[in-house]
């Protein structure tokens, strides 16, 4: 069964300032998914990446999957509030058909 | 596109009865749905892939004949909370998935209470 650790848990920071977070693994996924959780709701997808070494922007945020596709990164620059929730990571295993979640990041982003 | 809907929203209900919460794929058809349930500031607990016209495959740990998953059509799969008790309140989320992606999109989620 394949591992996927999502670093850090929860973070608290300041608008304006940059943070990325982590998804590691020691297994190879075929693609990886990163989705958005607001209290109440379901997970909205932001990105899927599928190509070791991609490197994907949706306005603020930056995702990279690593080349060897074993883990991925996503950046928010100059955070807002509107930032403020629970981000999932989620790889597909190779040659599967499940996706293995990451425990999530918790962020909060004070005005 | 790839819009999943799921119903009610809310639902409160007294111990011992039986709750179904609905997870329809609107524009597209999905192979595979995937029912999770969310503790309070936790990630997503996968509880069972649907699969279909065959059996749902359970995780381990929860119960097949508590929590009943049909998937009668490529685009619905129900979720039936048997005999619920308290502590099987909680938010529940499923999730389908289309043929040839790796891509799950998920529905908004029912809050489930039980008294």
């Known amino acids: 069964t394949q591992l996927l650790e999502q670093s850090p848990q929860f973070l608290s920071i300041q608008e304006g300032e940059n943070l990325t977070v982590y998804c590691n693994s020691s297994s190879v996924f075929s693609s990886l998914q990163w989705y958005r959780q607001e209290p109440g709701e379901g997970p909205v997808l932001l990105v899927t990446?599928?190509?070791?070494?991609e490197v994907k922007k949706l306005k603020r945020l930056t995702f990279q999957f690593g080349d060897a596709r074993k883990d991925s990164s996503l950046h928010i620059t100059a955070a807002q509030p509107g930032d403020t929730g629970l981000y999932l990571c989620?790889?597909?295993?190779?040659?599967?058909?499940?996706?293995?979640f990451g425990a999530g990041t918790r962020l909060f982003v004070k005005a | 596109g790839a819009v999943v809907s799921q119903h009610p929203s809310r639902v409160i209900c007294k111990s011992g009865t039986s709750v179904k919460i609905e997870c329809r794929s609107l524009d597209f058809q999905a192979t595979t749905m995937f029912w999770y349930r969310q503790f309070p500031k936790q990630s997503l607990m996968l509880m069972a892939t649907s699969n279909e016209g065959s059996k749902a495959t359970y995780e381990q740990g929860v119960e097949k004949d508590k929590f009943l998953i049909n998937h009668a059509s490529l685009t619905l799969s129900t979720l039936t909370v048997t005999s619920a008790h308290p502590e099987d309140s909680s938010f529940y989320i499923c999730s389908a998935r289309e043929d040839r992606g790796d891509e799950q999109f998920f529905g908004p989620g029912t809050r489930l209470t039980v008294l």
């Open positions: 989620a790889g597909a295993e190779t040659g599967g058909f499940k996706t293995i």
């Open positions: 990446v599928v190509t070791g070494g």
